[in-house]
C-alpha cells in the first residue's frame, strides 16, 4: 500500500491523514466541500478543527464528492455515525472493487442501529471490499502531533487487521490486533455515552472518585452489552474499550465528556451542539444504545439516565441521586 | 456496632474517621505520637494532611501506642504498609478477643511480600479477630468533603463484609461487597506501581492517549499477576481495581502519580519521599510485586521498568522507547 484517500476532514481526519503522510503514504484528504478542501490547501492548516497544527507539505487535497477515488490502496472513513451511510452512498460508485477500507468513525447508524462497519458491507457488498476498524485512546491533537499512543486495529479478516498494524506502525503509534470487530465497534459507540456521564459528574462539581466510579460502572455496563451482543469480554479491558474510555473520561479534549458538563450546567442537547461546534456523538448514539439494550434485555442504568437527561430533560442531579441510592449490593458484572 | 478507633492520622485515616464520625459511630482518630493527637484535638485540623478540612465536634482523639483499645467495635488500619506489623504487634495486647478488623492500607509486607490481611491474621490470631479491607478510588479529600464515591469492602468472611456494608454506606460513600479478598487487595499494591507510570508519562510531556495505554496496558499486568496469585480476574475490573487505577492515575491528588512526574524530572527515589514529605507507597511496593511476579513467572513489563528506574536508575526515557519498541502483537490478557 502506498496512497490513501482519508474520507472526512474533521479533527481526527485530520489528524489521521497527517500521521499516514508521516508513515510515507501519499496521503489525500478529504472534505465535504471543494470550499474547505480548497482552504485546507491555501492555508495547510484546518481553519475549523487542530488549528494549531501545520499540515504537512506532502498532504494534497480533495473534496470527496467529486474526487477520482479509483486510484487509492486504501480509503480511511472519518466522518460523523449520522453521515456515514450517505457519504458510502456518495463515494460508493468511485470505489475500485476489493477496495481497502479502514473506519475510524465512531457510533452506530442511526436508523438501523447497525454497527458502522456493517453499514460499510452492507453499501459496499458489490465491491468486495477488505474491511478494518481503528479505535482506541486517540485524541486527534496529540496523534497529529506526534505523542506516543497506542491503538487497536480490527477486522473479520485478520490477515487484513495484521497487514494494516505492520504499515500503520511508528515509533509514535502502537498499534495491536484484535478479530473481536462486535466489541471493538460496540465499544466505541457506547464509550461516548459513559464519557457523557463522567462530564455530567464533573459539571456538577463532583471529584475524581466520583468519576473513577463512573469509569469502572460504565464499563461494566459496556462490557454486559458487548457480550449480550456477541462480543468478547476482553475487548473491554482493551485499548478500544477501557482505553479509550479512560481517555474520554478524563481529557480536556474530549467534547463527548464536555458536552456532559455543559448539560449539568442546564445546557439543552441543541445548546450544546451549538457550543462545541463539533459533532458530539454521544448525543445520537445514547438512545440507539437503549434500544439495543431493551431488545437484548441488558441493564445499563448509567446509558437509561443519560438517555433520560437527553429526551425527557430529567436533571442531571436527580440522575446522580438515582444512581448513589440503589440498594447495596455485591459488585456485579 | 457504635464505637470505632481509627488507627493512624495519616490523611486516608483522618478523612475516614470523619467519614465515621458522619455516620454516627463514637470515633476516636489515633496518632502514633501523643503531641500530634494533642494538637489534633486543639486545632481540629491536621496539621500535615489536608489542613483545610475542618474535623468534626464529634471527633475524639487519642495516641495508640497508649491507648485503651479494648472498648471499642471497630478497629481500623490506616497506616502505612512498611509499619503494619510494627503497629500490629504495638496494639495487639490491648485488643479485645474476636476484635472486627477494617483495613485501608494498602502495600504488601516489606519483608515477606504478604498481603496485609495476612499479616493481620497473622498477628492477632489468638484473637480470632473479624478481619475485612476496604479499597477503591477513594481520594481522601473527597471522601472527607462528602463527594460523591464508591468503594468495596472484602472478607473472607462475607456475612462480615455485607454488615459493614451496611454500616458504613451513606448517600456520599456507595460500598460495594465483593468476597475476592486476595483480588482486592492485589489490586490495590499494584495499582500504585501503575500510578507510577503513568505520573511518568505526564512528567515527560506526554498527553491522554499515553496515560490511557498505560493505564489499560497497566490493568491487564495487575489482572494476570493477580490471577497467577489466585485472585479472581472480576476483581481487577472493578472499583478496587479499574476504578482505584483510574482516580489514582488521572488525579491531581495522587501521591504515587506525582512521584512519576517526579522521577521523570531527574528527581531520585529519596528526594522524592522528600519532596512529597508522605509515604509513597509504590516506591516500597514495586521491587515486592516484582518479586512476586518472578515466583509465578508472570511478565509485567511495565512493573518491570518502574523497578529498574527505581533500583538502577534506569532513564525514565528508556523505559518508554523500550515500551513502545516491543514487536507489534495482538492485544494479550
Given at each position: 500500500?502506498?496512497?490513501?484517500?482519508?474520507?472526512?476532514?474533521?479533527?481526527?481526519?485530520?489528524?489521521?491523514?497527517?500521521?499516514?503522510?508521516?508513515?510515507?503514504?501519499?496521503?489525500?484528504?478529504?472534505?465535504?466541500?471543494?470550499?474547505?478542501?480548497?482552504?485546507?490547501?491555501?492555508?495547510?492548516?484546518?481553519?475549523?478543527?487542530?488549528?494549531?497544527?501545520?499540515?504537512?507539505?506532502?498532504?494534497?487535497?480533495?473534496?470527496?464528492?467529486?474526487?477520482?477515488?479509483?486510484?487509492?490502496?486504501?480509503?480511511?472513513?472519518?466522518?460523523?455515525?449520522?453521515?456515514?451511510?450517505?457519504?458510502?452512498?456518495?463515494?460508493?460508485?468511485?470505489?475500485?472493487?476489493?477496495?481497502?477500507?479502514?473506519?475510524?468513525?465512531?457510533?452506530?447508524?442511526?436508523?438501523?442501529?447497525?454497527?458502522?462497519?456493517?453499514?460499510?458491507?452492507?453499501?459496499?457488498?458489490?465491491?468486495?471490499?477488505?474491511?478494518?476498524?481503528?479505535?482506541?485512546?486517540?485524541?486527534?491533537?496529540?496523534?497529529?502531533?506526534?505523542?506516543?499512543?497506542?491503538?487497536?486495529?480490527?477486522?473479520?479478516?485478520?490477515?487484513?487487521?495484521?497487514?494494516?498494524?505492520?504499515?500503520?506502525?511508528?515509533?509514535?503509534?502502537?498499534?495491536?490486533?484484535?478479530?473481536?470487530?462486535?466489541?471493538?465497534?460496540?465499544?466505541?459507540?457506547?464509550?461516548?455515552?459513559?464519557?457523557?456521564?463522567?462530564?455530567?459528574?464533573?459539571?456538577?462539581?463532583?471529584?475524581?472518585?466520583?468519576?473513577?466510579?463512573?469509569?469502572?460502572?460504565?464499563?461494566?455496563?459496556?462490557?454486559?452489552?458487548?457480550?449480550?451482543?456477541?462480543?468478547?469480554?476482553?475487548?473491554?479491558?482493551?485499548?478500544?474499550?477501557?482505553?479509550?474510555?479512560?481517555?474520554?473520561?478524563?481529557?480536556?479534549?474530549?467534547?463527548?465528556?464536555?458536552?456532559?458538563?455543559?448539560?449539568?450546567?442546564?445546557?439543552?442537547?441543541?445548546?450544546?451542539?451549538?457550543?462545541?461546534?463539533?459533532?458530539?456523538?454521544?448525543?445520537?448514539?445514547?438512545?440507539?444504545?437503549?434500544?439495543?439494550?431493551?431488545?437484548?434485555?441488558?441493564a445499563m442504568p448509567i446509558?437509561e439516565n443519560?438517555?433520560?437527561?437527553?429526551?425527557?430533560?430529567?436533571?442531571?442531579?436527580?440522575?446522580?441521586?438515582?444512581l448513589?441510592?440503589?440498594?447495596?449490593?455485591?459488585?456485579?458484572?
Open positions: 500500500m502506498r496512497t490513501a484517500a482519508v474520507i472526512g476532514s474533521g479533527s481526527w481526519g485530520t489528524a489521521f491523514a497527517t500521521h499516514l503522510a508521516g508513515l510515507g503514504f501519499d496521503t489525500v484528504l478529504m472534505a465535504r466541500r471543494r470550499e474547505l478542501s480548497d482552504k485546507l490547501r491555501r492555508h495547510a492548516t484546518n481553519p475549523e478543527y487542530l488549528q494549531v497544527l501545520t499540515l504537512p507539505e506532502a498532504l494534497a487535497y480533495d473534496c470527496y464528492a467529486e474526487a477520482d477515488l479509483s486510484g487509492f490502496d486504501l480509503v480511511v472513513l472519518a466522518v460523523p455515525s449520522r453521515f456515514y451511510r450517505s457519504v458510502l452512498r456518495t463515494i460508493k460508485e468511485r470505489l475500485s472493487a476489493r477496495v481497502c477500507v479502514l473506519s475510524l468513525s465512531k457510533g452506530l447508524d442511526p436508523d438501523s442501529c447497525m454497527r458502522l462497519s456493517r453499514v460499510a458491507e452492507d453499501e459496499l457488498q458489490s465491491l468486495r471490499p477488505s474491511i478494518a476498524v481503528l479505535s482506541g485512546p486517540n485524541h486527534a491533537e496529540e496523534v497529529a502531533f506526534g505523542q506516543p499512543s497506542a491503538t487497536v486495529v480490527s477486522s473479520v479478516d485478520m490477515e487484513y487487521a495484521r497487514r494494516l498494524q505492520q504499515l500503520l506502525s511508528d515509533e509514535h503509534l502502537r498499534v495491536y490486533a484484535n478479530a473481536d470487530l462486535v466489541g471493538v465497534e460496540l465499544a466505541a459507540a457506547v464509550k461516548n455515552v459513559i464519557a457523557l456521564a463522567a462530564g455530567m459528574s464533573d459539571g456538577l462539581g463532583y471529584g475524581d472518585n466520583a468519576r473513577a466510579a463512573v469509569v469502572t460502572r460504565g464499563l461494566a455496563e459496556m462490557s454486559r452489552f458487548g457480550t449480550a451482543l456477541g462480543a468478547q469480554a476482553r475487548t473491554f479491558s482493551g485499548l478500544s474499550g477501557l482505553g479509550d474510555l479512560v481517555a474520554t473520561c478524563t481529557s480536556r479534549h474530549s467534547r463527548n465528556r464536555l458536552a456532559g458538563e455543559l448539560l449539568a450546567q442546564g445546557y439543552t442537547p441543541a445548546q450544546v451542539e451549538h457550543e462545541i461546534h463539533m459533532v458530539v456523538e454521544s448525543l445520537t448514539v445514547a438512545p440507539l444504545v437503549l434500544r439495543l439494550a431493551g431488545d437484548a434485555s441488558v446509558t443519560v438517555a433520560a437527561v437527553l429526551a425527557e430533560g430529567k436533571s442531571v442531579e436527580q440522575c446522580v441521586n438515582d448513589m441510592s440503589r440498594a447495596p449490593r455485591d459488585e456485579d458484572w
